[in-house]
Every structure is written in C-alpha cells, then in structure tokens.
C-alpha cells in the first residue's frame, strides 16, 4: 500500500503562482510513477503532469508545459507540482497518484487507469 496525502492548494488570483505537495508514505517508491490529475466541476477528470521516481522523466499534459513543473524529493519522499502563471481554467481539485512502473509507464503515465493509489485531493481555485 502507499499512502499519498496532498496540501498546498488553495484561491489565488491568475497569475499567481501554488505549490501543490504530495506526501507519501507506505513503500519505497524505486519501482513507481506518481502523476498529478485533476478534476474539475463537471468534467472529466485529466492528467496534468506525471515523474518516474527512478530517473525523475517528466510529463506534462500540453496546456501546463512551461508553466507547471513537477519535481520530487527522495529524502521526503514528496513529489511536488510547482504552478506558475496560474489561469482560471487551472481550477480543479487536483489529485496524486502512484503506480508500479512494470516498464510501460513511459507510454501510459496519462491514463488515470494504470494508476494503483490516489489521495483525497486538494482544491485550486483561480480567480480572473
């Protein structure tokens, strides 16, 4: 099991800027990808932005690129999604999530599908 325990969200004006942490606990996560989604009011739900912890490869759904960057920290074992430049459609409650990485993760980071853990989620609201 792997625990995952988002904070960091938040309202904030667009163009402002949010780190969003997520905390994890349970297993050592060598083996895993951890990916940020996020869920807004009456839609589905997208991928936003994924890292393999062993490596550290990076995805980014196209409309965050160059604005959002996620990173982690193996001492803290966190993964972070640093937000820049935040704009109104960014609102959304976002959500971690981890997967085993059996060797396809590079491929399928963005289906929320392969993913094994979630946390409970954390709001972001920008206003315009």
């Known amino acids: 099991q792997v625990q995952l325990v988002e904070s960091g969200g938040g309202l904030v004006q667009a163009g402002d800027s949010l780190r969003l942490s997520c905390a994890t606990s349970?297993?050592?996560?060598?083996?895993?990808?951890l990916g940020w989604f996020r869920q807004a009011p009456e839609k589905e739900r997208e991928f936003v932005a994924a890292?393999?912890?062993?490596?550290?490869?990076?995805y980014y759904r196209n409309s965050v690129k160059g604005r959002f960057t996620i990173s982690r920290d193996n001492a803290k074992n966190t993964v972070y999604l640093q937000m820049n430049n935040l704009k109104p459609e960014d609102t959304a409650v976002y959500y971690c999530?981890?997967?085993?990485?059996?060797?396809?993760?590079?491929?399928?980071?963005?289906?929320?599908?392969?993913?094994?853990?979630w946390g409970q989620g954390t709001q972001v609201t920008v206003s315009s």
């Open positions: 349970g297993r050592t996560l060598s083996n895993y990808g």
């Open positions: 999530a981890a997967a085993r990485d059996d060797g396809i993760f590079y491929v399928s980071y963005a289906s929320g599908s392969r993913y094994n853990y």
């Open positions: 890292i393999k912890w062993s490596g550290g490869s990076t």
